[in-house]
C-alpha cells in the first residue's frame, strides 16, 4: 500500500485548483427510507426559502426538526426568549434538546468555558396558537437571520451566525460519496453508466465489499511494556468480533494490549445526547460501541452497506502501523449515516481529554491521531471562507498538536467535502498541522488516482484506497447465498455474504484516510519518546511526523 503526502501545490493539483462549476449542486439522492430513517430530506437549491440578501444555498441533507446552537446562548433564557419571539411568527418555537437532562459528563463539561460553545440541538415544535405549519429548521433559519440583518437587529448577529442545520454526515466506502448509490434499487446514474454495481469497483449487490481470506499472521505487535504507543481515534461505525484484537464474541470490550480499544465515557454521552431528543425528532440510537446492527431491514436480509467499517479501518491501522492502537468511538450507524451533533460531540470530548492528558502529565489519556472517513457537502455558497462548527471542534484538536486525517470524499467531483476540505483552510494558530485530506489511489505500480476519488487544492495526501484487504466482523452473515449447491457432495459457489473467514476486499477514500493515519502514527514512533505529552512536545512532534515524510 502507497502513501503519497502533497508538500506544495504541483501543476498537476493547480489543474483541479477551482470546483467544477457545474457540479456544485450535484448530491446524489438518497432514498426516502433512508431519510425517513433518520427523519432527514434533502435540501434543494429550487424550492428553498432564502431570505433577503442570503445566497441561494447549494445541495445538502439535513435533519427538518432540530438546528444547532452553541448552548451558552440556549441557556441564556434572555436569548432564548428572543428566538422564539422570531419564530413566532412562523409558528415555531424552539428549546434545548437536553431540558436539564443530559449526562453526568456533559454537564460537567458545560461547566467549563471551552465548552460554552459546543454545538447542541434545539428541538424545533409548533406553538399551541398556531395553525398547521411545516417543522422546517432551514425555514426557521432564514427567518432568524432576517432578524439579525440590518442597522437594528432584533438578534445578536454572532449567535445567529453560529446557527446551523444538523448535517448528516456519511461514510465514503462506495463510489458517489453515500451509501445509498450500490443499494440496487434506485436505477441511479452510477449504476447505469458502468460506475456502480457491476463495474470495476461495484462487486455484490448492497456495497462493493466482498469476503477474502487472508493467509496470513496477525501483524506482530511488540511487548512495548513501560512505552507508550500512538493513539489513533478513528470515528466510525464501531466494532465486531475478530481475532486480530481477541473479541471472540459480542460479551465484552476489547482487552489491554490487543491494539483495539473503547471509551464507554464517549459512547454515554453520544447516547445521552440522543435520548435527550425525546419522541420530538425521530433518531436511531448508537447504544454503545459495537456495530449493529448488521441489516437495516431485517425481512429481507441484506447486510446495511456500512456493516464492518469501523473493524475495517482498525484493521488497516494493525497493518501499517502494528505498534499503534485504534480508539473506536462509535458516531456513525450501520447505514454510513451520522449526525452532526454526535460527530461534534466526540471531537470536543476527544479534545478535553487531550486537554487532560497533557496539563495533568496523564500519557494514558493521550490521543495523537483523529482518523475521520465521514463527511457532507456544505450549503454555503462561500464554503471555501466556511469556519462554522466542524471548524471550531477541529480547531480544537489541532490547537492541542493532535493530527487530523480525514477522507477526501467518493464523488469524483472537486466540490469541498468537509471536514476534508479544511486543509487549505487555516484552523486556529499556533497550533499543530492542518487537517490531512486524503484521496485514493488505485493498487497498481502506477499509482494512478482511483476514478471514484474527489480532488482538488484541498486534497493533500493519496493513499491507496482501491482494492483494500482488511479485517471484517466474523459474525456477519447476510441472506444472499450460494447460487449453486451441490449437497451430496459438499460443493458450494462463492457465497458474497459470508464474513466467517474475517476479512473483506473494499474500496473507497474511507480507507485511504487510515493508512494515512497510520504511516504518521509509524512517523510518531521514530520522531522520540511518547511519553512526554505536554501540549509543546505534542506540537512539535507532529510537526517532526508530517515533516518527515
Known sequence: MVVRFVREETSEVAEASSEDRSTLNELPSPPRQLLDRHGARVLDPATAVVAPGQPVPRTTVYRPGVFLMPQRYLRDQEALAAVNGVLARIG???????RGGDSAAV????????????PVRALLRVREDSGPVVVDCWKALQELRSAAAGERPELDPDMVARTS???LLFTTPVFGGVPWETSGLGGTPWETSGFGAGSSYGRTRGA???PVTLAAAPPYRSEKSGHRRPVIAVLDTGIGPHPWFGLADRSGPPAAGTGLAVAPDIQAAILQAELATGT???TQLLTDYWDAPTTGRPLIGDIDTDTGHGLFIAGIVRQACPEADTLAIRVVHSDGVAYEADVLLALH???DRVRDAQANNRPEHMVDIVSLSLGYYEENPADIAYTGQFGAAIAELLGLGVLVVAA???DATTRRFYPAAFADQPLGGGCGPQVISVGALNPDVTTSKALFSNEGPWVRCWATGAGVVSTYPTDVRGTAAADHEVPDHGRNSFDPD?????FAVWDGTSFAAPLAAAELGKALLQSGDLATVDRDTVVKRAWTALGSL
Open 92 to 98: 415555531l418555537y424552539c428549546e434545548p434538546a437536553d
Open 107 to 118: 454537564k460537567e463539561l458545560a461547566r467549563a468555558r471551552q465548552f460554552e460553545d459546543l
Open 165 to 167: 442545520p444538523e448535517h
Open 208 to 210: 462493493n465489499r466482498i
Open 280 to 282: 420530538t425528532l425521530h
Open 349 to 351: 470530548l476527544l479534545a
Open 408 to 410: 477526501a470524499g467518493n
Open 498 to 502: 459470508d464474513y466467517s473467514a474475517g
